[in-house]
């Protein structure tokens, strides 16, 4: 098992800022990663009984980038953002969707989380969202974003698993 870079010894003893960078873009890397050597099939492939697959999991990951760093930093409504109106939706699958098309808008959006993050500071308070009508400080939406990740990603290990793990004829 490779080592998490959360742990490298530069990040324990990093600012808090570049810990929480560090936590988000590791989450980031390992949900992206998911659908590394599937087909297309295997990862459109249904599981469970929700709309969750794991390419609709990287797909929905990218609306919450797009929520997150983009509408609540931006004030930008969804429609001029080009996500749909809520998160089920986000889930949905076009058939131009593919591995290669959803990793390639994920890694888009994760850049523009990182710029549009960039010049802010943890305090900053964020005004686009839909929580209510307080404005919420940048390290509630980087711990907010984290936490919803960390979910995505043992999602994606669960079912990862159970695509690999089925070796059954037309399974």
């Known amino acids: 098992m490779l080592p998490h870079p959360s742990a490298e010894p ?18 980031r890397t390992v949900l992206h990663d998911s659908l590394n050597g599937l087909t297309d099939e295997q990862a459109r492939r249904s ?16 609306f919450v980038e797009k929520v997150w760093f983009d509408e609540a930093i931006t004030c930008r409504p969804r429609r001029d953002i080009g996500i749909p109106d809520s998160p089920d939706e986000s889930f949905d699958l076009d058939d131009s969707d593919t591995i290669a098309t959803v990793q390639h808008a994920y890694r888009q959006a994760c850049a523009a989380s990182r710029r549009a993050t ?13 929580r209510g009508p307080l404005p919420l400080p940048l390290r ?4 907010h974003t984290l936490r919803e990740l960390a979910q995505h990603c043992g999602h994606s290990d ?14």
Do not use: M
Not at 120 to 129: A, E, F, I, P, Q
Not at 166 to 171: N, R, Y
């Open 118 to 130: 960039a010049p802010l500071t943890l305090d900053d308070l964020v005004r686009g969202n839909r």
């Open 158 to 171: 669960i079912l990862r698993e159970q695509i690999l793990g089925d070796t059954t004829p037309g399974g």
């Open 47 to 62: 599981l469970v009984a929700s709309k969750t697959t794991l390419l609709g999991l990287v797909k929905h990951a990218t």
């Open 140 to 143: 509630w939406v980087y711990l």
């Open 10 to 27: 530069a990040v324990l003893h990093a600012a808090i800022r570049d810990q929480f960078e560090a936590f988000l873009d590791e989450h």
